[in-house]
């Protein structure tokens, strides 16, 4: 299992952006100064007022992308460095144990940041307008 699919798996049906543009959480303006830290490849303009104002509208779903993408690409490094300690190469197993631990505090933060981002929502939701 991947990073990807375990996210899928925790996650509501839909809840994961499919990278089409759309936005996980509408409604509140993040000013561009407090993403720019958050999202060093990607653009963004000073007068973004609006998370769909950035870059096209899919600031924050690439950047949760991204995210998952170098989780699963921690796991299979981690994969890869224990398949070559146990065939004998020239791997260490001090090399190989950082990987697997890398790999497990990267999917740790993942899960976290999704329960946050999940528990947001869900106030968000029970708000009343």
């Known amino acids: 299992m991947n990073a990807l699919s375990a996210l899928r798996q ?6 994961i952006p499919s990278g089409n543009g759309g936005s996980v959480l509408p409604g509140r303006a993040i000013p561009a100064a407090e993403l720019q830290p958050l999202t060093p490849g990607i653009p ?5 007022a609006a998370l769909g104002e950035v ?5 924050f779903p690439k950047l949760l992308a991204q995210m998952v993408h170098d989780v699963n ?5 981690a994969r890869q460095s224990v398949q070559d300690l146990q065939s004998g190469n020239t791997t260490s197993l001090h090399q190989t144990m950082i990987a697997m631990e890398e790999a497990g505090v990267s999917f740790s933060l993942m899960v976290e940041v999704r329960n946050k981002l999940l ?5 968000l939701m029970r708000m009343g307008v």
């Not at 963004?44 to 973004?48: Q, V």
């Not at 690409?73 to 490094?77: G, S």
């Open 10 to 15: 925790l996650l509501p049906s839909g809840s």
């Open 44 to 48: 963004i303009s000073p007068g973004a």
């Open 55 to 59: 870059s096209g509208g899919n600031a």
């Open 73 to 77: 690409a921690k796991q299979v490094t």
């Open 119 to 123: 528990e947001s929502y869900q106030e």
